[in-house]
């Protein structure tokens, strides 16, 4: 008789748990907007705004919660506005640097 060992279960990795603190949260984006992906920039934002806390964020840069999931989704083109909003509501700053050579 063999016995067999249960394989670990994977849960998926979520950056929102180990966004609890500014530092970690401004590696984090600057990471991201270093990337040059949009894709990646939304999926921050979102995941800082899970952080957060999605409603307390809609409510701080005045959307609705579904708009702002919707907004923050992969594949969305959301208006500058609505990005500037919500890094607002998030307490990030953008900002620009010179590119390297």
């Known amino acids: 008789m063999s016995t067999r ?3 670990p279960k994977l849960v998926p990795f979520d950056a929102a748990r180990y966004l609890t603190d500014e530092a970690a949260i401004a590696e ?6 270093e990337s040059g992906d949009t894709d990646a920039v939304l999926l921050a934002l979102g995941d800082v705004a899970r952080a957060r806390g ?3 964020v809609a409510k701080d840069s005045g959307l609705g919660r579904e708009s702002l999931y919707k907004a923050l989704t992969p594949g969305a083109k959301p208006r ?3 990005v500037l909003k919500v890094a607002k509501a998030l307490g990030v700053k953008l900002s620009a640097q010179p590119a390297s050579a």
């Open 80 to 82: 500058f506005d609505t």
């Open 54 to 56: 999605m409603a307390q």
């Open 5 to 7: 060992k249960a394989s």
């Open 28 to 33: 984090y984006m600057n990471a991201m907007l």
